[in-house]
Every structure is written in C-alpha cells, then in structure tokens.
C-alpha cells in the first residue's frame, strides 16, 4: 500500500499570532476543529446523510473471514498461518442489546461460543460445552466495540454523537489518492484516525495504536447504498502492515428485529456466573506462586537465593511488585518464557529491567530482542534445561511441535507435582470441562511420552488448578464427541 505526506500532521499546541489592536488569528487548534467539522459535514452526506445514519436503529452482520495469525502462528514470523472463520453480530442501538457467535478452527483450538450482552440478562454462551453462564457486571461499550470499528455505518453513527472532540490531523496519500485524517474518541479504548477521501469523501480506512503490539490498521472497501444507507462489501485489518483479517463474504442489515438472537437458546446447562478475575497472588505450594488476573498469569519459584519466572504475558512488572510482597530481596535470575506469540512476550522487557537471563527457544531471538531489546541477555534451550537450587528442581520440556506452536516450554516441578503451561489446557471460569481441544490433546499425549507424574496443572490464562482427572474428562468429552 503506498502511503505518502502530502501536509505535515497538526500538532496539538500552537502559537496564537497577536499584536497591541490586532484581532487573533486561526490558531492551530481552532483550524483543526474548524476543518473537522467541513470533513465531517461531507461525509454524513456521503454515507447516507444525518437522517438516515440517526435512523439506523438495529445492524446485523454475519461474515466469513479469513484469519491470518499474525505473531499467533505456529512459527516466528511471515508467513503466517491462515484458517477460516464464521462470525455473526447484532445490535440495538437503542436498547443497547449485543450479541455475537463465533465458530472455527485455528492455532490448535476449536471454538463456537457467544455472548448476549442485554443488561441483567447478560450471558457468556459455550455451545461446545452446552453452558450459559450469567456475567455479572456485562459491559455493552466493551463488548459492542470491536464490532462497531469494523463497520463504517455505526462508526459514522459514532462520528455524529462525537463529533465536538474530533481534530484534523492533516491529509495522506493512500493508494494514489488524498484523504483527510480525522480523529474520533468513542467510549472504550484509544483514540481513531479515520481516512476520509477528499473526492468521494467515503471513509476508506482507519487506524489506532495498541501499545505493545503496534499498529492496527482497517480498510472498508467496495461501498453499495442498503436502505438509504452506505455498507461497505468488504474489510480488511493489519497489524502492522502484515494482513490479519480480510472479510469478503458480508452480509449486513439494517433496522431488523434483534430479539431472536438475544435469549439463552434452549438446551443449555446455566452455570455459576462470569466475574472479573481479580489480580493477586496465589501460594499453591511453599514457595510456589501463581500471580495475575484478568486472564493472565506467571508462576514465581523461590529457590535458595533467587527466584525463576515463568511466562511472559502483559503485566509481568506487577506481578513482580505482588511478588515482592511475599519475598522482597531474593533478585529474579531467570524470566523464562513459554513460546513466541505476541501475547507471551511483552513481560521478556520487564524481565531484562530485572537484571534477569531471559530462556527461550533461538527460533524466537528476533522476536524476543524486539520485545526487550537488543541487550537483553538470553539462554537458549533446544529440548529440555533443568534448573536446581537446594532441594527445589525445576525440568523445562520442550513439548513441542504441538498444533497450536512449534516449540512449547513447560514448567514442571516433580517433587510438588505442579505443571505450568500456556495456551494448552485451562480450566474455565466456572462450570464443567469442555472437550479437549487438539491442543490439549496434543499436551496430554506430551505429558504421557515424557513420563511427567503431576497433581496440578496451572497455566497462563486460568487462575484456577486442575488435576489429571479434569484433563481426562476433556479427553473422554473429546473421544465422545468424535465418536458421535
């Protein structure tokens, strides 16, 4: 995509030119303002006008979509691997009522599950495992957002409310054609440029910043008028540059009844409801730490005279700052990281600030340096690395190639029993097991070949500790499944 400056980008302060009796002149912020709302005005009109963007009620979209694993393949790097999905989502605006499903196969994992987001008759929905579990604090904003930045209607929806905060940024060259940035704020998350052409005056693009993992960008393309309205036939996102999603089969409606899609289908097992997870600390044997929340955790082990981290998800710095609440001055030796995904990297920086020799497979060493720096000291393990202080020995197994990674460490401690892995086998929230994925299958097997004799297992993204026999019930509800 060719991308050229054709104005420098406002900043957000500028001088006011004034002199003894003169009038003040435009200032930078007034001009970006003044011109946002010319942008702005234009493409309303384009997209359908005031009226018919206000009249949109309730949007309805089901896609298929092409999902590349940008920084979630099984390898570093391009090229990246690809699987297909299916996806539907609806809304009331009015109502503020979302609901999605979600169904597919990828990095190991299947899935077909929901949410209906419908004040106190808000539900988190896993059909694999036949569940409808309340949530207890259901957040429409949250939830409706990520379908609301995929579609240009309701971002021009967004974009009318909005307005009064929106500055111009200056104008780009996108692809041969100029295009005016303007940014908007909606309730959740970082603020968005959104392109606008300066001929048709049709949003073709937006862009927004997610610190650590970069740029996302997303393209709508090839707009046909549905209802007096503007919908766009295709869509395309980026992470930094590398294509992630591209949409080409969309189906979309508007102002459609949405009450079929949100009530709990019949069949479903109504289980314990859906809380935020708390972040804390979590001893599960002596001198053995589980600290995170939120769906994101680490294990800390105390040896003699150091500690060794496991796991390298966001958040690594305060889990280290709960940790010093249990042992303040034993230094972090080692950080020691689970595999490549961008997602399992961003605490490897928080590790180097430690003084800590990060361990990883030498497959990862550019993605890692990326992620802490080219300093970053780093010890490189093939199949296995075996650390031991005093009595406590720590084995780290290479069970890898697995369906979701090629290369996969776990943490296992044979005198306490404890395993710790990543993106393999987690207990949910609350409820039952569901069928083992062919990720999990392929960990249980692992454990099996390398003769691994465990009582817990505990892992990156569950705070909850489950035994063999709840890896065998997934198996057995997996076998079952096949089977049928």
């Not at 009015?94 to 004040?119: H, K, L, P």
């Not at 961003?346 to 497979?361: H, I, K, R, S």
Request: proline share 5%; charged share 20%; hydrophobic share 40%.
């Amino acid at each position: 995509m060719k991308r050229t400056f054709v104005l420098s980008t406002i900043g957000a302060i500028g001088a006011i030119a004034m002199t003894a009796g003169a009038v003040m002149a435009e200032t930078v912020p007034l001009k970006a303002v003044n011109k946002a709302n010319e942008v702005i005005d234009a493409a309303i009109e384009a997209h359908g006008g005031a009226d018919a963007l206000n009249g949109i009620t309730t949007y309805v979209q089901e896609s298929t979509f092409n999902n590349f694993a940008v920084g979630q393949s099984r390898k570093p790097g391009a090229p990246w691997d690809r699987n297909s999905s299916e996806q539907m989502a609806a809304i009331d605006l009015e109502n503020e009522i979302y609901v999605t499903r979600a169904t597919g196969e990828g990095g190991g994992f299947t899935f077909d599950g929901g949410t209906i987001i419908n004040g106190e008759d808000s539900y988190q929905i896993d059909y694999r495992r036949g569940t409808a579990a309340p949530i207890a604090q259901p957040n429409y904003d949250n939830a409706s957002g990520p379908t609301i930045r995929i579609t240009p209607v309701l971002l021009m929806k967004q974009l009318l409310a909005r307005r009064h905060t929106s500055h111009w940024l200056g104008e780009m060259e996108v692809d041969g054609r100029n295009h005016d940035i303007v940014t908007m704020v909606m309730e959740v998350g970082p603020a968005l440029s959104l392109y606008f052409d300066q001929e048709t005056h049709m949003l073709n693009r937006m862009e927004r910043v997610l610190p650590p993992f970069g740029q996302v960008e997303y393209e709508f393309l090839d707009y046909e008028m549905v209802d007096g309205v503007a919908l766009n036939k295709g869509f395309k996102l980026l992470v930094n540059g590398d294509d992630n999603i591209i949409i080409d089969d969309l189906r979309q409606k508007v102002n459609v009844p949405v009450d079929q899609y949100a009530s709990v289908p019949s069949g479903l097992e109504m289980i314990a409801s859906v809380t935020p997870n708390d972040f804390g600390s979590n001893e599960i044997d002596e001198g053995v730490f589980l600290i995170g929340g939120n769906g994101a955790y680490g294990l800390f082990v105390e040896m003699d005279d150091y500690i060794v981290a496991v796991g390298g998800t966001q958040g690594v710095a305060n889990r280290i700052a709960e940790l010093r609440n249990e042992i303040p001055d034993k230094p972090i030796r080692y950080g020691v990281l689970t595999h490549h995904h961008s997602d399992h990297i961003p605490g490897t920086a928080d590790y180097a600030a430690e003084g800590a020799t990060v361990v990883t497979f030498r497959e990862n060493e550019e993605v890692v340096r990326a992620a802490a720096g080219s300093d970053v000291e780093l010890q490189f393990v093939e199949d296995n690395l075996t650390l031991e202080s005093g009595d406590r020995r720590i084995e780290f197994v290479n069970i890898g190639p697995t369906p979701h990674v090629e290369n996969m460490l776990i943490a296992y401690l044979p005198k306490e029993g404890i395993i710790f892995e990543a993106d393999h086998f987690g207990l949910p929230q609350t409820g039952p097991v569901g069928p083992a994925v062919p990720a999990a299958i392929a960990f249980a097997e692992a454990l099996d070949s390398h003769g691994l004799r465990y009582s817990k297992i505990v892992g990156a993204h569950s705070p909850k500790i489950a035994s063999p026999s709840d890896l065998a019930d997934a198996l057995n509800k997996a076998a079952s499944s096949s089977a049928r």
